[in-house]
């Protein structure tokens, strides 16, 4: 039984597979040549991340498929409720990289509030002629403690954000259509624990309150979800984190947002180029930026490729 892992998988998943008799390939086969490669060596399982598209042209040149998974959370690269209409199982991991995703929303957080994603580009190169002035421009940090974040979208990553916002000493807010109450429980070295209940505001109110705004939706199929109206409602000096998808944050609305003040600073892991993001936003001063890393721990990649072995385990019945 044939698992093309065409955008890789972690040891373990590998592993785990190998010990039921699955044969895993992880050769990177070209988009184009994929069917031919999957019909060729009758390949029963597809598993991807966010690099390979799984489109119905692929799906109905691709008889011998079983099952389709994502190695992550968002399948929009996937035509999901066709090939569950053929028949093919569609899986992927939610909960195994939330937490990663979570503390790179902190990472961009901190970065902006303390100036990183500048500093550490211009005291390689004037720091040692330039102390003193660097040390004045980047005086003005900011804490996050007691602070307001708004989260837009209240699953498993929102939640994960919230349980470390809260540890913080934050206060949160979040919107969310689908979701009405969360109960987060806070969990402290000792063993010790609190249980908060958030319960979701009107995507309007969390806009005007929050000085953080951060982002945990799906792609938008009807254009971005932040975009210069709702930048207008936001705090002034409010910052906004993008972890989640490229487009959902309008990119040139956000930088004359970053230009005029109204957004202190921005921190993006997602862009509308992928993989060639936009000149004006990688030269910008103001956004902490990363390249679509929020799943990429050793944590994370080691639960996904376990939970992908044990669904696909599940589905055939391989025990």
Do not use: W
């Not at 992880?26 to 598993?47: G, H, M, S, Y």
């Not at 005029?260 to 993989?275: I, Q, R």
Request: charged content about 25%.
């Amino acid at each position: 039984m044939k698992i093309l892992a065409n955008d890789g998988l972690d040891q373990s998943g590998i592993e785990a597979l190998t010990e039921k008799g699955f044969e895993v390939i992880t050769t990177k086969v070209p988009q184009e040549f994929l069917a031919d490669f999957i019909n060729d060596q009758q390949v029963r399982t597809l598993l991807v991340r966010s690099a390979t598209e799984v489109r119905k042209e692929l799906i109905d040149a691709c008889p011998c498929l079983e099952i389709i998974g994502r190695g992550g959370v968002g399948m929009d690269n996937i035509d999901v409720d066709y090939a569950r209409s053929k028949n093919i199982h569609v899986i992927n991991t939610p909960a195994a990289s939330s937490a990663s995703v979570a503390e790179l929303v902190f990472a961009h957080l901190f970065s902006g509030a303390r100036f990183l994603q500048d500093s550490n580009r211009r005291m390689p190169l004037i720091g040692n002629s330039a102390f003193n002035q660097l040390k004045k421009e980047y005086a003005g940090g900011i804490e996050l403690r007691d602070k307001t974040i708004g989260i837009i979208g209240m699953g498993r990553i929102g939640q994960e954000v919230a349980r470390i916002a809260l540890g913080l000493g934050m206060r949160v807010v979040a919107a969310d259509n689908n979701i009405g109450k969360a109960t987060i429980k806070v969990k402290f070295y000792n063993n010790q624990f609190i249980n908060v209940d958030i319960d979701t505001e009107p995507l309007e109110d969390v806009l005007k309150h929050a000085d953080f705004i951060t982002l945990h939706v799906p792609a938008q199929k009807d254009g971005c979800m932040i975009g210069a109206a709702e930048i207008a409602k936001m705090k002034d000096g409010v910052a906004i984190i993008n972890c989640s998808r490229g487009g959902v944050v309008h990119e040139k609305d956000l930088i004359k947002a970053l230009d005029s003040g109204k957004v202190s600073f921005a921190g993006l892991d997602v862009f509308d180029n992928e993989p060639t993001p936009g000149k004006d936003i990688l030269d910008h001063t103001k956004i902490s930026l990363t390249p679509h890393t929020g799943a990429s721990t050793l944590e994370a990649q080691d639960r996904i490729g376990l939970s992908l072995a044990e669904q696909i385990c599940s589905i055939l019945q391989v025990y």
